[in-house]
């Protein structure tokens, strides 16, 4: 089956901010990470996938149909300046957020939530590609980014930041975060007592989330589980789609109840009464697959790139701009919409549990919705950044 590597986190494009100074003072020159010779693994007995095929996507009707509810969510910062949104976040157990904003010009930068605003955080050597944060305290945290045609690891401790850069392997890096872990490609790196370690997996690391103890890393219908001493082969189901469909891995998220689910999506060309435009017809259909007790169970049309935990063991999805999808602890599908000002529409991008609580953030930008217009950032000209919370 023909696969498409999917970049694990999302784009980041151009040059430094003018964030506001923030007293920090960078360390001397950069080197590499820590252990850039992957370190010995542990082979741990493979977990085999069962089962061993999902069935095809049914023809009409979502497997899922959430019912409606009325929205938990609440607004808790708008940002003034238009043509602006918060592209990633982590919350940490301090309630403290670490988000990558994207401004007017296109620069994408760390910023800093204390609960009641933002502080820009002045990254050294004007790195102003970010891709995705991670972050364990106010005063400890990861931001992984592009510089050049390499990509580069900047480790915040108590005020100061210390850079590393990342080799480029096949394209330049694009990072798959989770707390003290991180995945460029098939290497995986993780935070251990001051520095990074390295270990390479058998497969390239599309997506990477953990709860508690347990991580998981997944990719190209492979996946894996770091057990402590090593990373344990999960196997995958294969799909019953046609042979030469394209096949994307956008999510996978822990519920630490024993429970896992992967997201993606798989499209294919399909033979029906010609186009006006000659174009072929393609079809396209989102799966979840969760895994429990060594089995595996197929959804499709869940229709998400976005997924949390929602501290309760269930889940939080973004299932389309403004619309997110709830699965609770005991299997109840039901869905809400993030609050907008009358006339607006908005776009989540990111989903985060703060640690040891239900709840959720959920950063991205919202805007009137006749604004088509986009910024050098990606982002509509006339969309306000803004940040929302479920308290649970």
Same mark, same amino acid.
């Given at each position: 089956?023909?696969?498409?590597?999917?970049?694990a986190?999302g784009?980041?494009?151009?040059?430094?901010?003018?964030?506001?100074?923030?007293?920090?003072?960078?360390?001397?020159?950069?080197?590499?990470?820590?252990?850039?010779?992957?370190?010995?693994?542990?082979?741990?007995?493979?977990?085999?996938?069962?089962?061993?095929?999902?069935?095809g996507?049914?023809?009409?009707?979502?497997?899922?149909?959430?019912?409606?509810?009325p929205?938990?969510?609440?607004?808790?910062?708008?940002?003034?300046t238009?043509?602006?949104?918060?592209?990633?976040a982590?919350?940490?157990?301090?309630?403290?957020?670490?988000?990558?904003?994207?401004?007017?010009?296109?620069?994408?930068?760390?910023?800093?939530?204390?609960?009641?605003?933002?502080?820009?955080?002045?990254?050294?050597?004007?790195?102003?590609?970010?891709?995705t944060?991670?972050?364990?305290?106010?005063?400890?945290?990861?931001?992984? =980014?592009?510089?050049?045609?390499? !990509?580069? @690891?900047?480790?915040? $401790? /108590? +005020?100061?930041? &210390?850079?590393?850069?990342? %080799?480029?392997?096949?394209?330049?890096?694009?990072?798959?975060?989770?707390?003290?872990?991180?995945?460029?490609?098939?290497?995986?790196?993780?935070?251990?007592?001051?520095?990074?370690?390295?270990?390479?997996?058998?497969?390239?690391?599309?997506?990477?989330?953990?709860?508690?103890?347990?991580?998981?890393?997944?990719?190209?219908?492979?996946?894996?589980r770091?057990?402590?001493?090593?990373?344990?082969?999960?196997?995958?189901?294969?799909?019953?789609?046609?042979?030469?469909?394209?096949?994307?891995?956008?999510?996978?998220?822990?519920?630490?109840? =024993?429970?896992?689910?992967?997201? !993606?999506? @798989?499209?294919?060309? $399909? /033979? +029906?009464?010609? &186009?006006?435009?000659?174009? %072929?017809?393609?079809?396209?259909?989102?799966?979840?697959?969760?895994?429990?007790?060594?089995?595996?169970?197929?959804?499709?049309?869940?229709g998400?790139?976005?997924?949390?935990?929602?501290?309760?063991?269930?889940?939080?999805?973004?299932?389309?701009?403004?619309?997110?999808w709830?699965?609770?602890?005991?299997?109840?599908?039901?869905?809400?919409?993030?609050?907008?000002?009358?006339?607006?529409?908005?776009?989540?991008?990111?989903?985060?549990?703060?640690?040891?609580?239900?709840?959720?953030?959920?950063?991205?930008?919202?805007?009137?919705?006749?604004?088509?217009?986009?910024?050098?950032?990606?982002?509509?000209?006339?969309?306000?950044?803004?940040?929302?919370?479920?308290?649970?």
């Amino acid at each position: 089956m023909k696969t498409i590597k999917r970049m694990a986190a999302g784009l980041a494009v151009l040059a430094l901010s003018t964030a506001c100074g923030s007293g920090i003072s960078p360390l001397p020159a950069p080197a590499l990470f820590t252990s850039p010779e992957p370190l010995p693994t542990p082979r741990l007995s493979p977990v085999f996938a069962d089962p061993k095929l999902c069935p095809g996507p049914p023809r009409k009707e979502r497997e899922i149909q959430p019912a409606a509810e009325p929205s938990g969510w609440e607004t808790l910062w708008t940002e003034g300046t238009q043509g602006t949104a918060l592209m990633d976040a982590a919350v940490t157990a301090d309630g403290t957020i670490w988000a990558a904003h994207a401004d007017t010009a296109g620069q994408h930068v760390p910023w800093r939530w204390n609960r009641s605003d933002w502080t820009p955080l002045t990254l050294p050597e004007n790195l102003a590609e970010v891709q995705t944060v991670a972050a364990e305290s106010k005063d400890r945290a990861w931001v992984f =980014g592009k510089r050049g045609n390499d !990509g580069y @690891a900047a480790s915040y $401790e /108590a +005020g100061r930041w &210390r850079v590393e850069s990342v %080799p480029e392997r096949d394209g330049w890096p694009s990072f798959s975060s989770s707390g003290p872990w991180a995945a460029d490609h098939e290497v995986i790196h993780r935070w251990n007592d001051g520095a990074w370690q390295s270990r390479k997996l058998s497969f390239p690391v599309q997506a990477l989330a953990g709860f508690g103890a347990e991580t998981w890393a997944v990719g190209d219908f492979a996946a894996a589980r770091w057990e402590g001493s090593g990373w344990r082969q999960i196997g995958v189901p294969s799909l019953k789609v046609p042979e030469d469909a394209d096949v994307l891995w956008d999510d996978v998220v822990v519920l630490g109840n =024993g429970q896992t689910w992967v997201f !993606g999506q @798989a499209s294919w060309e $399909e /033979a +029906g009464p010609a &186009r006006d435009d000659n174009e %072929p017809w393609i079809v396209r259909r989102s799966f979840g697959l969760r895994f429990t007790q060594g089995t595996w169970q197929c959804v499709w049309d869940l229709g998400t790139s976005e997924a949390e935990p929602d501290g309760e063991g269930g889940m939080w999805l973004v299932a389309a701009g403004d619309e997110l999808w709830h699965r609770s602890g005991d299997g109840r599908w039901t869905r809400q919409r993030v609050p907008v000002p009358r006339g607006w529409s908005a776009s989540v991008t990111k989903l985060a549990l703060r640690p040891g609580t239900v709840e959720v953030y959920a950063v991205g930008s919202a805007g009137p919705r006749d604004s088509t217009a986009h910024g050098l950032n990606g982002v509509p000209v006339k969309a306000h950044a803004m940040m929302w919370r479920f308290k649970g």
